[in-house]
């Protein structure tokens, strides 16, 4: 996109230019015809196209000698047991040669190799193994690597029995271990005593790092703990307990924070700061700040402002800007957007592809889902379970239950068990045809199948039975919701009280909501 040469509004806004677009292989974005309804329809045959991430050439790779490259083969075969296997140690032992220790460098790139990977059951378990081995000398850094490990694990009886054995050893608390507890708490959802020890730390020492200070925000944000994030951020900010401000991950989290809170004004004020402390930006800041955008002209402002910025976009930021325009019904623009991202050679996630598959469910443009859905294959992206109900949704919504059932049936044949959410999406497709058996028939197959239902399930039901004037059948599944532990969400109530004709039905409708508000 040249987004600089047309100001602060995005190219993306003016549909009409999107399908003349050509990209770097000389074919058509897409094809664009009107139907009988004359609503647009997005027809995109480029998708299938071979793309650049798909033909990326190995490099050939250079081997100091011949026992170098069989060296270098071994490990990586070895490598990859570990990894299919998900264990280490037995791997591991076939590789001694009778008494004879494992090479140093063996071990530590494998560490190394999997704390990189953040593969850490892997490497708290090759640690533990080498605490045993005689031949093996373990220091204090594998220590702090194996505190490291639990901490990422959220495992504080491991990372508190670790350190229990460094003191006694003699050695003396240091950031990293104390960090390392820190975080093994908040993973564990142990949130007070993860502040606990930052606070700890701020009085006592070691002075928390930057990294301690990007650890306990996202542990308190996770646990809703924003009082007390915002004190230690803002505590940062006015430099009072450290003698650094802070950067790019810290302002990160915080706008998460004020997203997640709902506080969107605080979260662009945040955003402002950024640039006003000289902190550079980076995709992931105007990511943040996408994310919490549900207009699609603000999430196309922020994306030109990237781009001016001189910030490539990434699989996130494109994703993003799919998701709004979907979301706004601007089918055509989500998939100009998508297909710009394959073309700049960016792989596109499960999420991805999902993404623009909701953007055409949701208009019930099932040509175009379908596309996408074989796109997902071509490109070596599987589809998973939320895939194949994107799909289902998309027949539903183009009143199309027989290719609803058929896609349906095609999650068994695939090898996926179908969820409430699937069952859900089918049920709410016979609602709209007000047609209670099928809703019903739906209903008792999933309970066959050992599917526990929703508070989703019964209001559709409950939908279903309105939608037919069946006052006694919408109570008697109002109860039953309530029963199950749901308490029925403002769509049920409205229903019961819509049916309620007869001063008798209104009393009993009353009735229910009284009860429900005093449970409450």
């Known amino acids: 996109m040249e987004a600089a040469a047309i100001g602060s509004q995005s190219p993306l806004s003016f549909p009409s230019s999107l399908c003349k677009a050509k990209v770097s292989s000389g074919l058509p974005i897409c094809n664009v015809k009107i139907s009988s309804n004359r609503r647009l329809e997005v027809v995109c045959h480029g998708m299938l196209a071979t793309r650049k991430f798909m033909q990326r050439k190995r490099k050939e790779e250079v081997f100091k000698d011949a026992a170098d490259e069989a060296e270098q083969k071994n490990w990586r075969r070895m490598m990859r047991e570990i990894e299919e296997r998900g264990s280490a140690v037995s791997i591991l032992k076939t590789q001694r040669s009778g008494k004879e220790p494992l090479p140093r460098d063996v071990i530590l790139g494998t560490l190394v190799r999997f704390k990189q990977l953040k593969k850490w059951n892997i490497v708290s378990e090759i640690l533990e193994w080498l605490r045993t081995q005689h031949w093996w000398d373990f220091t204090e850094m594998d220590f702090l690597m194996l505190v490291t490990a639990y901490g990422k694990l959220g495992d504080f009886s491991r990372a508190e029995r670790v350190l229990k054995y460094m003191n006694k050893k003699g050695y003396h608390p240091s950031v990293i271990s104390q960090t390392g507890l820190m975080e093994a708490y908040g993973r564990g959802k142990q949130y007070r005593k993860a502040e606990a020890v930052f606070r700890r730390m701020q009085t006592s020492g070691p002075e928390p790092s930057p990294v301690t200070y990007q650890i306990i925000l996202k542990s308190l944000v996770e646990g809703d703990k924003y009082k007390e994030a915002e004190a230690i951020f803002e505590d940062l900010l006015n430099e009072k307990r450290a003698s650094f401000k802070p950067d790019q991950k810290m302002f990160h989290m915080m706008i998460y924070m004020y997203k997640k809170s709902g ?206 004037s069946d006052f006694g059948n919408a109570v008697i599944w109002f109860k039953e919701m309530e029963a199950r532990g749901y308490p029925p969400d403002q769509k049920a109530k409205n229903i019961l009280l819509s049916l309620a004709k007869t001063p008798e039905e209104q009393q009993e409708a009353n009735e229910l909501m009284t009860r429900l508000q005093e449970t409450m």
Not at 319 to 324: C, F, G, P, T, W
Not at 354 to 376: H, P, Q, R, W, Y
């Open 263 to 468: 506080d969107y004004a605080q979260a662009r004020k945040l955003f402002a700061q950024i640039s006003e402390r000289g902190i550079p930006l980076s995709t992931v800041t105007f990511n943040s700040l996408m994310s919490f955008e549900t207009d699609y002209k603000e999430v196309s402002s922020i994306y030109d402002q990237m781009q001016r910025a001189g910030l490539k976009p990434d699989v996130v930021s494109y994703s993003l800007l799919i998701k709004a325009y979907g979301k706004a019904r601007r089918e055509e623009e989500a998939l100009a957007v998508f297909e710009e991202m394959l073309d700049a050679g960016v792989r596109p996630t499960r999420k991805s592809y999902n993404i623009l598959l909701d953007a055409f469910a949701i208009s019930g443009l099932v040509d175009e889902a379908n596309t996408v859905f074989k796109a997902m294959r071509r490109h070596r992206v599987e589809p998973d379970l939320c895939s194949y109900t994107t799909m289902v949704l998309a027949y539903v919504n183009a009143s199309d239950m027989n290719g609803a059932e058929k896609f349906f049936r095609r999650i068994k044949e695939d090898g996926l068990k179908p969820n409430v959410v699937v069952y859900g999406t089918l049920m709410k497709g016979y609602s709209k045809l007000n047609n209670v058996e099928k809703v019903m028939r739906v209903y008792e197959r999933m309970r066959i199948q050992g599917v526990e239902p929703n508070q989703t399930i019964y209001t559709t039901i409950m939908d279903v039975h309105g939608r037919n």
